[in-house]
């Protein structure tokens, strides 16, 4: 049965965990040529001359993190969001290495209803890109937009 979890539904520090991700040297070079064709993403001999060695784009982290809780939302009971305003904190502490297996984890931090729109209401979350040693590639924050549930007459 098809269910939506609406913003009353949605609980403060209650952690998401992705399945795992597996990222081939194939797909990182291939993702870069296509995104961000620098060196040391996408050839494996010039990156040698770099201190990080071949490693990924944030892009593709960020491709990666989105497609793991797209699978997650987009399941039988998927958040009711309307809309996405904005990422911040936006950080990269370590790289993606091709080999990597990673997974995503993310919670909500803060939630407040919409001054401007009733049956809205705003969440922010934290959400983390994690390789096979629990080493954070990419966190950020960032805010949606949530549909409030339908009143019922």
């Known amino acids: 049965e ?3 979890r609406y913003y009353e539904d949605i609980e403060i520090g209650q952690q998401t965990r992705t399945r795992d991700y597996f990222v081939s040297k194939e797909d990182l070079i291939a993702f870069a040529r296509e995104w ?3 060196p040391f ?5 010039a990156a040698k001359h770099w201190p990080t060695g071949l490693i990924g784009t944030s892009v593709h982290s960020y491709a990666i993190i989105n497609k793991l809780f797209t699978e997650i939302s987009a399941g039988s009971d998927p958040i009711a969001m309307v ?4 990422i911040d904190e936006w950080r990269t502490p370590n790289p993606l290495r091709p080999g990597d297996t990673v997974h995503a984890i993310g919670y909500v ?9 009733p049956n809205l209401g705003i969440l922010t979350s934290v959400s983390q890109l994690l390789n096979q040693n629990g080493d954070i590639i990419l ?3 960032s805010k949606g937009l949530v549909m409030k549930r339908p009143q019922t007459a």
Do not use: C, N, V, W
């Open 109 to 117: 931090e803060e939630k407040r209803e919409s001054a401007s729109k």
């Open 2 to 4: 098809f269910t939506m």
């Open 139 to 141: 966190t950020y924050k």
């Open 41 to 45: 993403h996408i050839d494996e001999e």
């Open 83 to 86: 809309a996405g305003l904005g």
């Open 36 to 38: 961000d064709p620098q």
